[in-house]
């Protein structure tokens, strides 16, 4: 055990007289110890931080009040012993426990331990929810609300030890802003994923069909739609019914009489033709356009083997041109040219690049026809004044900015226009009749 100077000088001086021989061998053992203790403890208070100084203080005291008591009980018992016989250097009993008291000290020197208290900011996760809905394709998602990620700030507790964290905890945060939930729809309907449509969509009917005002075969029929035609799709009942709109009429189809463009690819060709062709009728309206695409025009042209100059086939384009300039239906001023004409194979259409006879009168009809510069200035020409005079009202603005006179109006349809146009009285079934044929080979 060690002791303090002070103390060490105080018990030398009670033994110096009584026992400077006997305890010779004592001292110079324990002085030996001493020196080692102090010269190891010396290394190690180098060493420690703040922390171990006040527990190496402690254990210090402990050992120094340990040795205080060890030395008093001995020399109390020298005391006792004076007279009697000096036997012995000293005697020691074994401690059948020892404590290692050094390895608790280095222990406590080697380890340093620390907490540290910090803020962190942090993100709050948002919930998704999922919403099915039997009016889109199945499988398909569609996000309605974009989820918002929340803020938050947490208070954490770090301890470590020889600056190695060996745990952390929140002990408290605070929330700045609370996430918002994701929502997406889900959808479930197995018939929009098979058409590959959705609701607002078209579908077309591959038959004449009855529009059902309820969902029932036996319900009352509001309208019969027109093969091939396209309805948009406003609902899916369930696997048999859908509900759709066909003009001003809502109601409801049964799904096998329903096909769509990736069933059916050309159905949109088809639903597109099938407009054209049920508008023709002896009363068509002949001062709104046919719906001929200029693709159409070249199509039925190019394949009539009447046209043996070529003329109708080279000037297919002037045609379509003078539908889109003057609003008015060109089948029917193409159907006027084959009739007048009679294929573009007349002297006044070879000669006079005239194929209406556009200005002839019956007494002269060739000295008396127009000459054009060209067949398709010859076609600009009347379609311009068929458009003014026969087809329009007066004062009807035409698509080329031109106002009509209507001064030969009559209605406008191919009967209305044969009331002025011609003396013949069957030219307006004649030309009906080539434009039935035109339109045929759609």
């Known amino acids: 055990m060690t002791s303090n100077n002070s103390h060490q000088k105080s018990l030398s001086e009670v033994f110096k007289e009584l026992e400077q021989t006997r305890n010779r061998q004592v001292e110079t053992y324990n002085n030996i110890n001493k020196q080692k203790e102090e010269t190891s403890f010396l290394f190690h208070v180098k060493h420690r931080t703040k922390m171990d ?7 210090v005291l402990i050992i120094l009040l340990s040795f205080s008591m060890f030395s008093s009980n001995y020399i109390f018992a020298k005391d006792l012993e004076i007279d009697e016989e000096k036997k012995a250097i000293g005697s020691f009993e074994k401690n059948e426990e020892p404590c290692d008291v050094y390895a608790i000290i280095s222990e406590n020197i080697s380890s340093t331990y620390q907490k540290e208290i910090f803020d962190r900011d942090e993100e709050i996760e948002f919930e ?27 208070t954490y507790v770090r301890s470590y030890e020889n600056h190695r964290i060996t745990e952390e905890n929140s002990i408290g945060e605070t929330i700045f802003s609370e996430p918002q939930k994701e929502i997406i729809e889900v959808g479930t309907s197995e018939l929009l994923k098979q058409y590959n449509i959705h609701i607002n969509d078209k579908l077309y009917v591959s038959q004449d069909i009855e529009l059902r005002e309820i969902a029932n075969s036996e319900g009352t029929a509001l309208t019969t739609i027109p093969a091939y035609y396209d309805v948009k799709t406003l609902e899916i009942v369930d696997d048999l019914w859908v509900k759709v709109e066909y003009e001003e009429f809502s109601g409801y189809i049964l799904c096998e009489f329903l096909t769509s463009e990736t069933l059916t690819p050309e159905i949109v060709e088809i639903c597109r033709k099938a407009k054209i062709l049920n508008r023709v009728n002896f009363d068509i309206p002949l001062n709104e356009p046919s719906g001929l695409l200029e693709s159409d025009y070249q199509k039925i042209l190019s394949a009539q083997i009447q046209d043996t100059n070529n003329v109708f086939k080279e000037n297919y384009k002037a045609f379509y041109d003078a539908e889109q300039k003057y609003g008015i239906n060109g089948v029917f001023l193409l159907s006027i040219a084959i009739h007048e004409s009679n294929w573009g194979r007349s002297l006044i259409a070879t000669n006079k690049f005239n194929l209406f006879g556009f200005g002839a009168y019956d007494s002269s009809p060739y000295e008396s026809a127009v000459t054009f510069e060209s067949y398709a200035n010859g076609i600009d020409t009347v379609a311009c004044w068929l458009a003014s005079k026969y087809l329009n009202s007066a004062g009807t603005v035409l698509n080329s900015g031109d106002v009509a006179s209507g001064t030969y109006f009559n209605g406008p349809t191919v009967s209305g226009v044969n009331t002025r146009y011609a003396s013949d009285t069957e030219w307006a079934n004649k030309v009906y009749n080539t434009m039935k044929n035109i339109y045929s080979a759609l």
Request: aromatic letters at 2%; hydrophobic letters at 40%; a positive charge.
């Open 53 to 59: 100084n006040i527990k190496l203080i402690l254990i």
């Open 128 to 154: 998704t929810e999922y919403i099915e809905n039997k009016n889109m394709p199945k499988d398909e998602i569609n996000v309605i609300q974009n989820g918002i990620v929340g803020n938050k700030r947490v």
